[in-house]
């Protein structure tokens, strides 16, 4: 792929990877900034890179090293947000895309932060609990230089938890000297965590898909529900719909895809899955299917709660359903938009669809700085609240300008990213 774009030098750019569908995105939505247009390019390149080699000694005596990320995208409207992923496929190309979203997801749902990411070039799988401690400690010891409540706080992501959160607060406040609960979020409720968290990222998938169900006239009652992922996302939002009455029909995750017609039983699911580590060998099914086949079956709402990439030009032609809720961050290549949109599927994209969680973190770190904490109903009631705003004012913007509610979404954020840059503009 080539590109029009000034890239950095650390980038490839004949393969530019999720970086280059973040770069896409914003060239949708810069003609629609109007004057603010003449800051855009600062969306287009990270504030901050830290790149890390992250050493532990295995447990059989050898040493192992990692490849560790934080980036800081940008932090006009306040302090570095977004998540730790530990996965052996982390690259620094999907950390700045990762990072770049949180930018527009913190804006779009008007929390005071700028957007950052990090990650480990590692498969947890292959660490044994003590190997992960070590690994998390060295790599929070790295990354101290640039995090702190203040600064940049840190949350979970894919294959990280309340436990890697734990250990995280913990290497900073012996690094520092001082106990500071707000420097990471996501944390166990003992620790200064927020009830709600766990779930808030699901719960607010579950929030704008009844809002966008409303719209395209769907009753959540007997939905036809497709999940990709059944982590921490995909397995909550399962959870809420079958809950409301919906029929969770198909669920894939990295060991297969399970298929009930009739709707899978949901909680049965989470109890093989806590057992046996994948959906696979789930006996209430009627099918097992591969992987790509997943794509093809038809409902009326699908929710890529996965990885990033996984609606491409090439599968994006057979997917049959009415809305589709993006629990994940970057699951829809841009070419995938366009044919989704021809195909007049409406699209709740990442930036908004999986805001729920950032949202509660930062209720999290909220009730860290003022040691006073909320109870569940309070946090839930002010996350749908959020949620259902934000939806709406997402929604008069695509109505307004015709554009999809990706592009209304990106218009909404980065106007108020950009207007923060330019009252406070440039140093020195
Ligand atoms: N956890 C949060 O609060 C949060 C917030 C916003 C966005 N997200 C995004 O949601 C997505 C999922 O995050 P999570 O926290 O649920 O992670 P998780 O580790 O809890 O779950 C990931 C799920 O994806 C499945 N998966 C992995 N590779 C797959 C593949 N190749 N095909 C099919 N399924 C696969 C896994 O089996 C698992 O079920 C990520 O894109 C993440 O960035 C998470």
Redesign the pocket.
Known sequence: MTTEHALPSYLNPDDLGPWGQYLKQIDRVTPHLGNLSRWVETLKRPKRILTVDVPIERDDGSIAHYEGYRVQHNMSRGPGKG?VRFHQDVTLSEVMA?SAWMTVKNAAVNVPYGGAKGGIRVDPKTLSRGELQRLTRRYTSEISLIIGPNKDIPA????TNEQVMAWMMDSYAMIEGNLSTGVVTGKPISLGGSLGRRE??GRGVFVVGQAAAAKRGVAIQGARVAI???????GVAATMFAEAGAKVIAV????GTVVHSNGLDVAQLHKHVAEAG?VKGFPGIEQFMD?DAFWGIESDILIP????QQITAANAPLIRTKIILE???GPTTPEADDILSDKDILIVPDVLA?AG?VTVSYFEWVQDFSSFFWSEDEINARLTRIMQDAFNSVWEVSQDKKVTLRTATFILACTRVLQAREVRGLYP
């Open positions: 998540g990762l979970p992501d894919v294959n808030a990222t990709q992922g059944f982590g921490n996302v995909g894939q995750d990295h060991t994948g992987r709660a996965a990885l990033e629990g994940a961050n999986n969680g």
